[in-house]
């Protein structure tokens, strides 16, 4: 297993592991963090459920699945997680997504964190596309994705089903032959 260690100006990432549960719980399941992703909020024991999955998928040989601890450099403190997950049929590319406690929401965070998995996505991974799909609402999201270099790439209709009905989904995406090799973090 490889293990993940990356650190930026504010925050790092590094592997999940089950000490993590109730630093992960206060993302996954507040209302208000899952308010534009496409389940409700998740109990603690479908986080130990997640946190397993991404221990499995962290020995899994090829690796596709990262999903990472979003950590405050000062404290260490768990205050996120980012995922990554390599698409099979596709090994130079990524579907990426993130979550972030909703207290440190407005900071420049998000678009901290963005920049941080994708540099750990073109640097440490080799990888050639990232993307991910945000809900339309979402412009929050939307903000972050785009000044951390994505580049939005269009709408998906009907994409995912909520808990409220069909929600359509915005792609955005960022290419490793656009991404500055000086890119600061």
Known sequence: MRSVHVTGKRLGLREVSAADVDALH??????????????????????????NEAIAGALAS??????L????????????????HIEADHPH??????????DLWGRGIGTELFRLVLNF????????????ARSPANTAAQLA???????????IRHHVSTPDGWRD???HSALSDEWPADRAL
């Open 62 to 67: 090829p690796r596709r699945l990262y999903v």
């Open 121 to 132: 996505g073109f640097k440490d991974l080799g990888l050639h596309r990232l993307w991910g």
């Open 26 to 51: 206060a993302v996954y399941g507040d209302p208000a963090a899952t308010q534009h992703l496409p389940f409700d909020p998740r109990t603690r024991a479908e986080v130990v459920e997640i946190v």
């Open 93 to 102: 590319s990524a579907e990426i997504g993130l979550g972030l406690r909703p």
């Open 169 to 171: 989904s915005i792609v």
């Open 69 to 84: 601890a979003v950590t405050e450099v000062e404290g260490h403190d768990v205050i996120g997680v980012a995922r990554l």
């Open 145 to 155: 994705m785009l000044v951390a270099g994505m580049v939005e790439e269009g709408r």
